[in-house]
Nanobody
């Protein structure tokens, strides 16, 4: 049974940092394209950052220069480092694993709230 378990969310002040973790089980993150998505209230879910099986990373323009994605294959875990957080970054953040068009898994989400 595939599981993606996110952790690291919470309440942080504007300008602060958080690191989200996504621990995967029953799949190898180095085979999948791993991504972080977020969904704010009343908005569509959007891609924040992704890392391909080959290690190529991509981040959304809205977070470029502030967020970065990485992975630790030994721990089978993907990370989202979030710096210089803004109130508009407030959302539920989801981990996703995709393998071509045949596999698509989601975590349960972790809440990130940026507020003073």
């Amino acid at each position: 049974q595939v599981q993606l378990v996110e952790s690291g969310g919470g309440l942080v002040q504007p300008g602060g940092s958080l690191r989200l973790s996504c621990a995967a089980s029953s799949i190898s993150i180095t085979i999948y394209t791993m991504g972080w998505y977020r969904q704010a209230p009343g908005k569509q879910r959007e891609l924040v950052a992704a890392i391909t099986s080959g290690g190529t990373t991509n981040v959304a323009d809205s977070v470029k220069g502030r967020f970065s994605i990485s992975r630790d294959s030994a721990k089978n875990t993907v990370y989202l480092q979030m710096n210089s957080l803004k109130p508009e970054d407030t959302a539920v953040y989801y981990c996703n694993a995709k393998l071509l068009l045949v596999r698509d898994y989601w975590g349960q989400g972790t809440q990130v709230t940026v507020s003073s």
